[in-house]
Every structure is written in structure tokens, then in C-alpha cells.
């Protein structure tokens, strides 16, 4: 049974706009509970946002099928304002999920932002705050994340008028993807679903699964003590033990098929095939249809000292959506994951980000900013950008937009290109620019976008979203919290 929000106040709770917080204190937990009391405050924004939030959690996937839950039936679950809370937190100060456990329990103003007073002893599992929050999706998180902007474009309503953007690159958590180590990952899920299976089923042959494993490792590791040799014949022998690696692979994956089509041809229990038998044979499929490539481009990479085309390559099983992004930039020339646009305005808000898929920054630009003057009705005036957005047609396109576009020309300028730089307003712009990186450095530091915590590729966009929705939280906060500061000092003036 699900809530929009808990109405009985419990004995001790007071109601959320009366909590009042240390204006002093510099966590940046206070504006981010500011921002939401803010948004309680407000009632039909309030409704609008736990509608979105409630869609997502009634939803569920059956048969590729969306279907609706009732509402009204099941065990008593969060309520989508405790939800909201709880997600705006974990990213708003870049928690992982044991620390948000340990403040969803012990956090005074936490408990008391979620309608809970010094004598309830309602507590939050771990488990249960992973699994709410992981139903949210990122298409609802982007719309949240709007309507907060909308709020604070009232109390700064000229912030809209210049933006800027930049891109950065959120990691994947994976680690650095040899062909080696790739293979062995492989080997190892699929030793473990298949003991699984066989343990199951009771099928045998697995026995010795734990000396394959051993196995495998030992020849992982005389790769990795080669590859790092500066021998002679050290590529004879490489290629030598990488051979001999893929095809211990090839044979593992053959006995795994061979056990597959063995527990297609037993009889089941319908509740036990459905419920645990066919989902573990999907993903052993999936992870030997994944080691298979991975053997491929390592025998044409090695043995056959082939060039691996770029789309073709595969960086990690785990997270098989991750590209290989080098930028160059000291200290991670190369990183795992996407590139990530973001454009922020006057006041801070992100008006608008984008995940990157094989995409570059050129290519991006133009239908961002027509997308954004769209949606704003064209009151964006100047926008600025660094050279890396810079191409004749985007410089093109964007003066048709916007009163001032500031993009910097790669490589040499013309007099008119001078000119047009070196005019007041174009410099101005540019000054302005570096702010961008304040941006990111808050997102990456503040908001956990160095590193995606959460899993595959869904999770990953969930993530990110949920990084621009807390660092929104964050700047409206902070807003609130300067306007209650000053009249604070206004208070004790006229005392």
C-alpha cells in the first residue's frame, strides 16, 4: 500500500514547514532539506512531482509489457515523499547507500523532513531504500528536475538570460579492460551460474569447478608477468599462452552449452523453471554470448596482429554500454564511460544535460540550444561555449538564435573572426565562461558524477540524473538559504 505522503503526524513530529535549521551551518545536507521544504510548501508542485514519482513506482514490467499496480493493495511501502527525499539527499551530498541508511535512522532534521517525530521508531533498511530509489527512472527525474528550475527562475527570473555549457566524462565502475582480464571475468561468471544450475538441477560434471577457476587464473596472471617482461620472445610466448587461454575459454563455453541443453530436456517445476532456472540461464547466455566476442577480438587482436575497429570493441561485461574516451586531459588521459554536456544558467541551475552515446561535443550543440530556447520561449540571450563545440555551421546556426554567441574559432582567425572576439561582449562572455568548470568540479565532488556507483547502463542514466537533480536541490537551496540569512540580519538590526 502506497502513500503520496504520511498525513497522521506521530507523537513528537512537527509539521514540515515549522522545522526551522541552523542558518550557520555550512552541510551541504541544509539546503538540500531547505530546497525540499521549499517544495512541501507548495502544493501543487508538490502533487506534480509525487505523481511523476508515483507513475514509475506502479509500474511494472511484465513481458515487455507495461502493466499498472493498485495502489492500494500490498504491504505498506515508502511513501513517493519519502522517496523524494531520500534520493535528493543520497545525491545532494554524495552519499553511498550505507551512509543514507545510517542518516535515514539517526539524522534529526532527516527524520523530521519525512514527517517522523523524536518517539517514532519507524527504521529503514538498506535494502529498502536501494530498491525505491532504483524504481525511479531518469525521464521522471529530468521532469522533477524542471519544475525545481521553474521554481527558482521566480525568484531569479533574469538567470535564464546568458547560459554556458561544457562537457566531462562520468566514469563507469569498471576496472582497466585487457583482453586477458575480460576473459577471465567471463570465465568466472560463467563457472558460477553454471554451478549454480547444475546444483540446482543436480547435473554433473561441475565438480571441479573451483580448480577451473584456480586455473584460469594461474595462466591470467604468466600473461599479465609477460606482457610487462622486456624479453626478447616475449610476443612468441604471449601469443603462446594467449592461445592456449582461449581455448581453455572455448571449452568452458562448450561444457556450458552442453549443461543448458541438458536442463532443457528435464522436467521442472513450472513456480522453480520460472522463477529461478530461466532467468539464470538468460544471463549464463548472455555472458557466454559476451566471452565469445571477447575470445574473438582477442585471437584477432593477438594471434592475428589484426587492428580492432573502435565500435567493435568491448571494454568491460559487466557494463557493455562503457566507451573508451581520450581527452588527453592530465591526470586520466583515457577514461571509461560518457561524455556528459551540461549547460547551466545565471544562477546555477543545469537547464539542460545530456549522455553522450558515440557522440562529440560538435555534434550536440545545436539541437541542445534550439531545444532550450524552446522550451523557455527564446529568452536565452547569450550563450558561451569553448572550442571544442566549434564548427562554421554551429557558429551559424547558433547567431540565428541567439543575440550573442560565444564560440571560440579553432585554429587561425581571419581579421573578421578578430573582430568578432575581440568585441566587449564576446570577452565579456568569455570571462564568464570558466564558471563552467566550478559547475562540474560541484557535480563531480559534491554530487558523485566522477564515478557511477550504480549498475548497467539504466542505473547509469538514473545516476546522472539523479547528480543534476541534487546539485538543482543544492542551488535553490543555497537561494533560500541567503534570502532567510538576510532577513535574519534585517531581524537583529531592527531588535
Not at 547507500?97 to 533498511?125: F, P, T, V, W
Not at 556507483?453 to 542505473?459: F, I, Q, S, T
Request: proline fraction near 3%.
Amino acid at each position: 500500500m502506497r502513500k503520496m505522503i504520511k498525513n497522521n503526524r506521530t507523537l513528537g513530529s512537527i509539521h514540515i514547514s515549522e522545522i526551522e535549521f541552523d542558518l550557520n551551518c555550512r552541510h551541504e545536507i541544509i539546503p538540500i532539506l531547505i530546497a525540499l521544504q521549499c517544495i512541501y510548501g507548495k502544493p501543487k508542485l508538490l502533487k506534480e512531482i509525487l505523481k511523476l514519482i508515483e507513475e514509475d513506482i506502479l509500474k511494472v514490467s511484465e513481458k515487455n509489457q507495461l502493466k499498472k499496480k493498485n495502489a492500494k493493495r500490498g504491504a505498506p511501502g515508502l511513501d513517493y515523499w519519502e522517496i523524494l527525499v531520500l534520493a535528493s539527499v543520497r545525491h545532494g551530498c554524495n552519499l553511498d547507500y550505507d551512509a543514507l541508511h545510517d542518516l535515514a535512522n539517526n539524522h534529526r532534521k532527516l527524520r523530521q523532513m519525512m514527517n517522523l517525530g523524536e518517539m517514532d521508531i519507524k527504521q529503514y533498511s538498506r535494502s529498502s531504500l536501494q530498491e525505491n530509489i532504483a524504481k525511479i527512472s531518469d525521464k521522471t527525474i529530468e521532469q522533477i528536475s524542471q519544475l525545481i528550475i521553474e521554481e527558482g527562475h521566480k525568484i531569479s527570473p533574469k538567470a535564464i538570460e546568458k547560459v554556458r555549457g561544457d562537457s566531462f566524462v562520468v566514469q563507469t565502475n569498471i576496472h582497466y579492460p585487457t583482453d586477458a582480464n575480460l576473459i577471465l571475468d567471463g570465465i568466472r561468471k560463467m563457472l558460477t551460474l553454471v554451478n549454480n544450475l547444475a546444483t540446482i538441477l543436480s547435473i554433473v560434471g561441475w565438480r571441479k569447478h573451483n580448480y577451473l577457476w584456480v586455473r584460469a587464473r594461474k595462466t591470467n596472471r604468466k600473461i599479465q608477468r609477460i606482457a610487462s617482461s622486456k624479453k626478447k620472445n616475449r610476443l612468441e610466448k604471449l601469443q603462446e599462452l594467449y592461445l592456449e587461454y582461449i581455448k581453455f575459454a572455448i571449452e568452458i563455453i562448450e561444457r556450458c552449452k552442453a549443461t543448458i541443453t541438458t536442463s532443457n530436456k528435464m522436467k521442472k517445476d513450472a513456480l522453480i523453471d520460472s522463477l529461478i532456472i530461466k532467468p539464470l540461464i538468460k544471463e549464463l547466455k548472455n555472458y557466454i554470448e559476451l566471452t565469445e566476442k571477447v575470445c574473438d577480438l582477442a585471437y584477432r587482436r593477438v594471434i592475428c596482429d589484426e587492428t580492432i575497429p573502435h565500435n567493435e570493441k568491448i571494454f568491460s561485461l559487466f557494463e557493455p554500454h562503457t566507451e573508451l574516451i581520450n581527452r588527453g586531459k592530465v591526470p586520466y588521459p583515457i577514461e571509461f564511460g560518457h561524455r556528459v554536456l551540461i549547460i547551466q544558467d545565471r544562477a546555477g541551475f543545469i537547464l539542460k544535460y545530456q549522455i553522450m552515446d558515440h557522440v562529440t561535443d560538435d555534434k550536440v550543440l545545436v539541437p541542445a540550444m534550439k531545444e532550450l530556447q524552446e522550451r523557455y520561449y527564446d529568452k536565452i540571450q547569450s550563450a558561451s561555449f569553448d572550442r571544442g563545440f566549434y564548427t562554421p555551421a554551429n557558429r551559424t546556426e547558433l547567431e540565428k538564435i541567439l543575440t550573442l554567441s560565444c564560440l571560440p574559432k579553432k585554429g587561425n582567425h581571419s581579421q573578421e573572426d578578430k573582430e568578432r572576439e575581440g568585441s566587449p561582449e564576446f570577452l565579456n562572455a568569455r570571462k564568464r565562461h570558466p564558471g563552467i568548470e566550478s559547475c562540474i568540479h560541484a557535480l563531480g565532488a559534491g554530487n558523485g558524477l566522477v564515478l557511477c556507483r550504480d549498475k548497467k547502463e539504466k542505473g547509469y542514466r538514473r545516476y546522472v540524473a539523479l547528480g543534476v537533480l541534487g546539485r538543482n536541490l543544492q542551488v535553490l537551496g543555497t537561494i533560500l538559504l541567503k534570502k532567510a540569512k538576510k532577513k535574519q540580519k534585517q531581524k537583529l538590526k531592527a531588535a
